[in-house]
């Protein structure tokens, strides 16, 4: 059984950095597609960033880049997603998700794995 557990999130102000953390198991992380997406309540879950499987280099949403930066750990089995110069607009819960296909996706619809999700709110 697949489990993504993020962590991280919280109530920061504006300018103001974080670190989420997503703990994986249950499927082979190095050769995984991994991606961060985050959701608004009322809007549609948001592609942030990914890492294709087994790629080295990683895409960030084009709203996103400069600030946000994803990463991974494969000897802990962690994605990371470090966030800087946050803005109120960032406010949603950010979730990681995991897939077996091969490329590199930003559909939701092309990961089978999600996290809970963690809350991230920026004051400003």
């Known amino acids: 059984q697949v489990q993504l557990v993020e962590s991280g999130g919280g109530l920061v102000q504006a300018g103001g950095s974080l670190r989420l953390s997503c703990a994986a198991s249950?499927?082979?992380?190095?050769?995984?597609?991994m991606a961060w997406f985050r959701q608004v309540r009322g809007k549609e879950r948001e592609f942030v960033a990914a890492?294709?499987?087994?790629?080295?280099?990683?895409y960030h949403a084009r709203r996103v880049r400069g600030r946000i930066t994803i990463s991974r750990d494969n000897a802990k089995n962690v994605l990371f997603l470090q966030m800087n110069n946050l803005k109120p607009e960032d406010t949603a819960v950010y979730y990681c998700?995991?897939?077996?296909?091969?490329?590199?996706?930003?559909?939701?619809?092309?990961?089978?794995?999600w996290g809970q999700g963690t809350q991230v709110t920026v004051s400003s």
């Open positions: 249950g499927r082979t992380f190095e050769t995984s597609g």
């Open positions: 998700a995991s897939t077996t296909l091969i490329g590199l996706f930003d559909g939701k619809e092309a990961y089978d794995y």
């Open positions: 890492f294709a499987r087994s790629a080295k280099t990683p």
